[in-house]
Nanobody, 128 residues
Framework: QGQLVESVGGLVQPGGSLRLSCAFSEFTLDYDAMGWFPQAPAREREGVSCFSSSDNQTVYADSVKGRFTISRDNVKNTVVLQMNSLKPEDTAVYYC?????????????????????WGQGTQDTVSS
């Protein structure tokens, strides 16, 4: 069992929605920041949605603002990425990740170099 486990992705038509979840393990439960990093073919992995519980702040890449929402469910110990109005360019393997430090203040980590623990990734395809 991995320390971060993503839900299974899927295939959706443009304009549709997908909901991804990432389950914490006992080893990652007390991290207060987490992010989602899609990696499209021949492209670098990039942070698109990240949050920090300590400051209750979220960060979104310009490409997903207004369409994606990241949230944490402390009852189910999961982090959810709700993706709406999906576009073909959103097609990627989506990874959830926890950062190198457990606790952050002021700054919400969302750069690739801030993170060092990754889930297994889940393929999401947006196509008609």
């Amino acid at each position: 069992q991995g320390q971060l486990v993503e839900s299974v992705g899927g295939l959706v038509q443009p304009g549709g929605s997908l909901r991804l979840s990432c389950a914490f393990s006992e080893f990652t439960l007390d991290y207060d920041a987490m992010g989602w990093f899609p990696q499209a073919p021949a492209r670098e992995r990039e942070g698109v949605s990240c949050f920090s519980s300590s400051d209750n702040q979220t960060v979104y890449a310009d490409s997903v603002k207004g369409r994606f929402t990241i949230s944490r469910d402390n009852v189910k110990n999961t982090v959810v990425l709700q993706m709406n109005s999906l576009k073909p360019e959103d097609t990627a393997v989506y990874y959830c990740a926890t950062p190198k430090k457990k606790y952050w203040t002021v700054y919400v980590p969302c750069r690739l170099e801030d993170y060092d623990l990754w889930g297994q990734g889940t393929q999401d395809t947006v196509s008609s």
